[in-house]
């Protein structure tokens, strides 16, 4: 009897013991919050790695070494489960550097971020450094929740000049000089185009190939209203677009195993087919941050100028001209403090833009950086391009809701494997896009 | 090699069990504290979170997941009638992420039991068995996202790191490389063979233990009736090694409809949706497109996919003995 009492006590004291501790741990759990937030360090999510994060980590040192305050930098290459994971825990970041405005317009929506014009963001403030273009992207609804750090020409085409030089190619500067240059190198035995679009991640190339060809064929007016969802994408403008999207991106033209072989191969594969030392391309098409990843990654043997350029974009239909379609990342607050006021105004500094810029990696939105600050003439011309386009436009795909740009991406991936088909999968991606919008 | 087999324990007349009535307070009372811990981890971890993400599947569901506007059953009537990359029955073959997994089910299981159950019984007559066996199961042992990272190279079209690519065309001159995840016809196929070399050791280690376990006095028996390899194969020892065989099918099925990783490494579910399973849409829908609800009815499915074989595990469990 006397040894069962003392079971039933112990088993009671271990019962009791887990319950506090579970308890404690749920107590914890809604004290954290406070306890991370410890005066003098900021926790930034962004989906830089390699050169890029690199960069970015050398502009926080700065910023380090100048006011004391610690910058936790975390890497999210899929940021958007990321952020939204962690705002349902409770515990979001201060900091957030995204790529989509879209994205940040819907968690501003939902109320996720702080409106950065009180806390010293003022009008004035911004367009002393920032054109109305960039200020707007990071605007919704009257109130300013994004602050560009980071740009990107994406209306470049890169060649290899030293192969122009060989076959007396000229720079085309209309798109049938385009489709003429392809048809050239063809004939001379080569496969022009290297492709890398699949089979998940990477599809936002085609995103941006579609873009480049819509801005100059619909016209700035339409490309707003297609990617703010008030034009549908079964339009006849966006089905010409595919169609002369696919006069270039076929099995014809596409080295390595033509579309499918596209498909199978990723964004940066995409770009050792042209600039690999065992390249086999000829030209490829993506934005200005090519550069910094075809020479630091793919080939160092690369000079710039000589083995590797780009020309901009061809005009196709003379009255749009040549619009730029850039991206951009926006450094967002889900928190305000003065550490994160003070880290916010640091970046928008033309100190801190030329620290950026100077690793070759990226180009500063701020108008106040200057141009000697870019360390290689491939940079220099991007931002050059930049600064000075009439037009400009920031990446549509990048613009739509929440993940749209996601299935946008893989409805592209459908229409190059079955151009006949564009028409179906328009309408099918229009439904996923009434949902979203 | 294998031991004499132990004498069958003759069971013991065991007194009926009791029923919950027949125990004094005292003793219900330590008992349920001795399966206390047990039972708050599991409330917390398991079935609060079940219970939330059932309730959540008949809600839209906001961007924090709490349960806002109350749909009833839109969500699933959504799922399997008007989203055509879960299912899409307009066309012939049907697609979509339910037809996939479908794929998944039967190719996946059948080809690691294959391989698994030919290797273990292969292995055992080779001399250094253990190495062999060791090597085979080091796939196992290695994460599924390398497992994807290793095989994105092999299926790669470029000639330069395509291993695949590169060995047919080293036999085949005139052969165009094939981007295996990059046409939709055959990015499946290519993550369910993938998902298997990385399943075959495990399915192999537990048959061949099974295996050992088998008397070898009733091999012996049958060759001296004149059995040949084959008909002991077929008739002695698959027939006895029925019950661990189901116990890994099960395993397999339950892998196979929870599958996640290798695909978002691999391909993103794409190129397009072609390669989506359930899982991917789950994750794709609550976490990247913030539908709480929606991705919460995919779950509820997913659940309702594996309970009968859990059930039917569980009982199995509780009503044989487990010989491996």
């Known amino acids: 009897m006397k040894r069962r009492s003392w079971l039933v006590l112990l088993a009671v004291a271990v019962g009791l013991g887990l319950i506090s501790t579970v308890l404690a741990g749920a107590s914890y759990g809604r004290t954290a919050v406070p306890q991370t937030k410890k005066a003098g360090t900021i926790n930034v999510l962004s989906l830089w790695g390699g050169s890029e994060k690199s960069a970015f980590l050398k502009v926080t040192d700065a910023f380090t070494a100048k006011t004391g305050i610690k910058i936790e930098y975390e890497t999210a290459r899929d940021f958007i489960p990321a952020i939204r994971t962690r705002l349902a825990a409770g515990n979001p970041p201060d900091v957030a550097i995204v790529p989509r405005p879209g994205y940040l317009a819907s968690l501003a929506r939902e109320g996720a971020f702080k409106d950065l014009r009180p806390l010293g963001f003022t009008p004035a403030y911004m367009k002393a450094r920032y054109t109305s273009g960039w200020t707007s992207l990071g605007t919704v609804g009257g109130k300013l929740y994004g602050l560009a750090v980071k740009a990107n020409s994406k209306s470049v085409i890169w060649y290899k000049p030293d192969s122009f030089a060989k076959y007396k190619f000229k720079v085309p500067k209309t798109w049938a000089q385009l489709i003429a240059l392809t048809k050239a190198y063809k004939a001379k035995g080569l496969t022009p185009w290297g492709l890398g679009c699949g089979p998940g991640p990477s599809s936002w190339t085609l995103t941006d190939w579609f873009e480049n060809i819509y801005a100059r064929t619909a016209g700035p007016a339409k490309y707003d209203r297609l990617f703010a969802g008030k034009l549908k994408f079964t339009d006849a403008s966006v089905l010409n677009a595919l169609k002369l999207m696919t006069s270039i991106l076929n099995n014809k033209y596409i080295a390595g195993g033509g579309v499918q072989g596209a498909l199978g191969r990723t964004f940066v594969s995409g770009i050792g087919q042209v600039f690999g030392p065992n390249a086999k391309a000829q030209l490829y098409m993506e934005g200005g941050f090519v550069g910094g990843i075809a020479l630091d990654q793919v080939n160092t043997k690369l000079k710039p100028g000589k083995t590797i350029a780009f020309f901009p974009w061809p005009t196709i239909t003379p009255k749009y001209d040549s619009p730029l379609v850039g991206g951009g990342d926006l450094a967002a607050a889900f928190k305000d403090n003065a550490d994160i006021r003070s880290f916010l105004k640091y970046l928008s500094t033309p100190a801190a833009g030329a620290i950026w810029v100077s690793t070759g990696a990226v180009i500063s939105p701020n108008k106040q950086t200057k141009s000697s600050a870019y360390p290689n003439l491939l940079v220099r011309a991007e931002a050059k391009q930049v600064a000075s386009a009439k037009i400009f436009r920031f990446d549509g795909s990048d613009l739509m809701p929440g993940a749209l740009g996601d299935t946008w991406g893989a409805a592209l991936q459908n229409v190059i494997q079955k151009p006949g088909n564009a028409k179906k999968i328009m309408s099918d991606f229009q439904k996923e896009a009434d949902k979203a919008y | ?324």
């Open chain 2, 1 to 324: 090699m294998s031991q004499p087999p132990l004498p069958t324990p003759v069971l013991e007349p065991q007194e009926p069990p009791r029923g919950l009535g027949t125990f004094r307070a005292g003793e219900r009372l330590q008992g349920l504290f001795f399966i206390a811990p047990a039972l708050v981890v599991l409330g917390i971890f398991l079935v609060y979170p079940a219970y939330y993400t059932v309730r959540l599947a008949f809600y839209q569901g906001d961007f924090l997941y709490r349960f806002s506007n109350f749909l009833g059953l839109d969500n699933f009537k959504e799922l399997l009638t008007d989203d055509p990359s879960f299912l899409d029955l307009s066309s012939f073959p049907p697609s979509g992420a339910l037809v996939n997994n479908f794929r998944w089910v039967i190719f996946y299981i059948a080809l690691s039991l294959a391989f698994g159950l030919g290797l273990a019984v292969l292995a055992v007559r080779v001399r250094y068995e253990r190495v062999v066996k060791s090597i085979i199961f080091v796939p196992m042992a290695i994460s599924a996202t390398a497992v994807g990272l290793i095989w994105l190279f092999v299926y790669s079209p470029d000639l330069d790191n395509g291993i695949l690519n590169a060995v047919i065309h080293g036999v085949d001159h005139g052969f165009d490389p094939i981007a295996w995840v990059g046409r939709p016809s055959t990015v499946n196929y290519a993550l369910i063979f993938a998902y298997v070399w990385a399943s075959t050791g495990f399915v192999m280690v537990v048959l061949s233990a099974a295996i050992k376990g088998i008397p070898t006095e009733i091999i012996e028996a049958s060759r001296v009736d004149g059995a040949g390899e084959w008909a002991i194969f077929r008739r002695i020892m698959v027939p006895m090694l029925s019950l661990p065989i189901a116990v890994v099918t099960v395993w397999l099925f339950i892998n196979v409809i929870k599958v996640f990783d290798i695909i978002y490494v691999m391909t993103g579910g794409g190129p397009g949706t072609s390669s989506r399973v359930i899982a991917y849409t789950m994750y794709k829908e609550t976490f990247e497109n913030g539908r709480g609800g929606y991705g919460a009815a995919v779950a509820v499915l997913m659940l309702l996919l594996v309970l009968p074989v859990m059930v039917l595990n569980v009982r199995r469990f509780r009503s044989e003995r487990v010989t491996t």
